[in-house]
Nanobody
Framework: QVQLVESGGGSVQAGGSLRLSCTAS????????MGWFRQAPGKEREFVAA????????RYADSVKGRFTVSRDHAKNTVYLQMNSLKPEDTAAYYC???????????????WGQGTQVTVSS
């Protein structure tokens, strides 16, 4: 079992940057693909980015491609989401998730963090 804790959220003006972190407990972190999702008020949780267990493959939603970068550090049991050129429409609660293989749907992931809020003002 994996426990996930996100951090790094906050408030930023449009055009700014934030880096989210998701730290996992357990020695099996390196076996899991990791995903980032977000959920704005009144909207469904949507896929943002994902990275394979080996970090050899990454996937992004079209809405964040070229602005966000997902990476992972096995030594620190941590996955990151670097968010640049933020827009007001990026405002949401951001969640990291873990699964045995990479996926792009909410239902693909077995383990979830509690979320961290990102607010982008215009």
């Amino acid at each position: 079992q994996v426990q996930l804790v996100e951090s790094g959220g906050g408030s930023v003006q449009a055009g700014g940057s934030l880096r989210l972190s998701c730290t996992a407990s357990g020695r099996t972190f390196r076996q899991y693909a990791m995903g980032w999702f977000r959920q704005a008020p009144g909207k469904e949780r949507e896929f943002v980015a994902a990275i394979t267990w080996s970090a050899g493959g990454t996937r992004y939603a079209d809405s964040v491609k070229g602005r966000f970068t997902v990476s992972r550090d096995h030594a620190k049991n941590t996955v990151y989401l670097q968010m640049n050129s933020l827009k007001p429409e990026d405002t949401a609660a951001y969640y990291c998730a873990a699964n045995s293989r990479i996926g792009f749907s909410f239902s693909d992931y077995d383990y979830w963090g509690q979320g961290t809020q990102v607010t982008v003002s215009s």
